[in-house]
């Protein structure tokens, strides 16, 4: 059994049906944030969440710690059955309680161990294989399914929350998120360079975005709004405005 935990949730083990919305949701609204690697759509998350006082998944987490611990156990990601049994048995815990995010996989702490360059492009393949997908989709609609929860990631507006009450699609230009992705890992002390780092993030693009299953693409009632050359604060209150009206209509 797939089991994820959030820290400052008791939400999240709730054995409501994941394969329909649910009819109320009575802690908020769900929020989608989708787009490619490095539009920023973490720090918007966090900081949207915070604002409303949701909770926020980040769902590229998630896949990044299955990778981890895929690649850990040595399971042959073209063996279906392998990756299937797999998928059967993993427990992922998110904590956000000091504004900083932990993952925790199968009871051992990822978090420094999930974001480095090669994961990143074991994360982006084993995120298009079917029961990798399921299990994600569905713990991420029972941790959702009351509302109050902003999920980032690549397909929430389009396959997990088609009916999420607002769906936005951020996005920058290849250079720009190649260039901030670069300023995080050197800060990390990562041996990269800028040149390689662009075309790391373009061809993550590509495959995230070719994929058969769940292929990352703007759902058609999500807002687009492009991250190049402005500050997170001008993106944040165009979110915060936006996920105010709703609610506001709503009530
Ligand atoms: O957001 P991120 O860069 O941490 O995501 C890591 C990878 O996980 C990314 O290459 C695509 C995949 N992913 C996905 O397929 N679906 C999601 N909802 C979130 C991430």
């Known amino acids: 059994m797939l089991r994820l935990h959030s820290l400052h ?3 999240c083990l709730t ?44 769902t590229g987490a998630m896949y990044r710690a299955v990778a ?19 998928c059967r048995d993993i427990d992922i815990r998110l904590d956000r309680s000091d504004g900083f995010q932990r993952v ?13 360059p090669e994961m990143s492009l074991l994360t982006s393949r084993i995120s298009a294989l079917r029961p990798v997908r399921e299990a994600m989709m569905q713990a991420q ?6 509302g109050g929860v902003v999920l980032e990631g690549r397909d929430i507006g ?8 607002v769906k936005f699609f951020l996005s920058a230009s290849a250079e720009e ?46 807002i687009a709004i492009d991250s190049s050359g402005r500050t997170i604060e001008e993106v944040l209150d165009s979110m915060v405005m936006v996920c ?6 709503r009530n």
């Open 68 to 86: 981890y611990l895929m690649h850990q156990a040595g399971v042959d990601t073209e063996d279906r059955d392998a990756v299937e049994r797999f």
């Open 141 to 146: 609609r029972r941790m959702g399914a009351q």
């Open 9 to 11: 949730s008791s939400r």
């Open 177 to 222: 998120r190649g260039k901030r992705r670069f300023m995080e890992l050197v800060a990390k002390g990562e041996q990269v360079t800028l040149e390689n780092t662009i075309m790391a993030v373009s061809l993550r693009d590509q495959q995230d975005s070719q994929r058969d299953l769940a292929p990352l693409k703007m759902a058609e009632d999500a």
């Open 158 to 165: 389009t396959v997990v929350f088609p009916d999420a009450d």
């Open 244 to 249: 105010r009206n709703t609610t506001h209509t």
């Open 15 to 58: 054995k409501s049906p994941v394969d329909k919305a649910p009819e109320v949701r009575s802690a908020g609204l769900v929020i989608a944030i989708d787009g490619p690697s490095g539009a920023g759509k973490s720090t918007v998350a966090h900081l949207l969440a915070e604002r409303l006082g949701y909770l926020q998944i980040d």
């Open 104 to 116: 925790f996989a199968n009871g051992q702490e990822v978090t420094g161990h999930i974001r480095t």
